[in-house]
């Protein structure tokens, strides 16, 4: 891992024409943001993003054991795909889910290019719409940037918010701490540097809240996808690409066992048994865990 420098800049006198409290330079001592200290995944860790049509076919193979898990009640849930994404990426979620007795739903907003005009409007309209048509509250799960979308959307809906899973979405991180965010500001025209939105996103909905990560994803720092520690929130990880997180056997697993539960009687996962040996759980960690300075 390179060593993280701050470069020395040098302080200008001010000129006799300067006003009498010039604005302060930026102190290059000053500490620097934990989240601007995170370095997105190396190129080992994209290298290992070529698995993902393994995973695939690990699903395909593990269905006659995905399919002894416990039938859903036919609750809706709302499935939104990655940067870059469309519907067709969430399919093969979209059938496990609904073989598991669930209603799912796409987002039916073609290809995920970021909240550009009118799209944000129609994820809100989408929610309302499905929450109504069935009369109870809606599931939201995002792959990537659409866990995003469904942890915003719980915040601003939350009397239609069942509960929010997010598969390798970097809602704690600086932007740039993913290898996604020059694709980003490209398709969506829109800056990352800012931190207020970014403080906004780290918060959790109010709703019971499942971050599915893995320290070997190509696209987003682990550390990016950490709820912090509350009684509503919990992280869960796997063993997975970036880009086959969506049809992993494993997360598959994890999401129904997630939706199984009931909002008002929520627990967090629990690693008994066999789970130990596929699943960690982490409780919230230091974004400069593993970081050199």
């Known amino acids: 891992m390179p060593r993280m420098t701050v470069p020395l800049r040098r302080r200008r006198r ?8 010039p ?4 102190n290059p001592f000053a500490p620097v943001a934990a989240e601007e200290l995170v370095s997105a995944p190396g190129p080992w860790h994209m290298l290992l993003e070529a698995r993902a049509p393994w995973e695939y076919a690990a699903m395909l193979a593990a269905a006659p054991f995905l399919a ?35 209603t799912p739903y796409p987002w039916q907003q073609g290809f995920n290019f970021g909240p550009r005009h009118g799209v944000l409007e129609a994820c809100r309209e989408r929610l309302r719409h499905i929450h109504d048509r069935h009369g109870e509250r809606v599931s939201l799960i995002g792959w990537s940037l659409g866990g995003i979308y469904a942890r915003e959307l719980a915040k601003e809906q939350p009397g239609h918010a069942r509960c929010v899973i997010t598969l ?13 965010w020059r694709f980003y500001e ?25 971050s599915i990560y893995s320290k070997t994803d190509g696209v ?12 509503h929130t919990e992280n ?20 129904a066992d997630r939706l199984a539960q009931d909002p008002q009687a929520w627990r967090p996962f629990d690693l008994k048994g ?12 230091p974004l400069l865990a593993g970081f050199v300075l």
């Open 14 to 21: 001010p000129s006799p024409a300067s006003p009498a409290h």
């Open 23 to 26: 604005r302060p330079e930026p």
């Open 68 to 102: 002894r898990l416990p039938a859903g009640d036919g609750h809706p849930v709302l499935v939104f795909p990655g940067l870059g994404a469309a519907d067709f990426s969430t399919l093969a979620m979209r059938n496990f889910l609904r073989d598991r007795g669930y």
């Open 168 to 180: 390798g979405s970097p809602f704690a991180g600086h932007p740039r701490s993913t290898n996604a």
């Open 186 to 210: 490209m398709v969506s025209g829109q800056a990352v540097h800012d931190h207020e939105l970014a403080a906004q996103v780290k918060r959790p909905p109010a709703c019971p809240t499942t």
């Open 220 to 231: 987003v720092s682990w550390q990016c996808s950490l709820n912090d520690p509350a009684p």
């Open 236 to 255: 869960i990880e796997v063993h997975a690409s970036h880009i086959g997180m969506g049809m992993n056997p494993l997360a598959m697993y994890a999401i």
């Open 274 to 285: 066999a789970r130990r040996w596929f699943y960690k759980v982490t409780h919230g960690a």
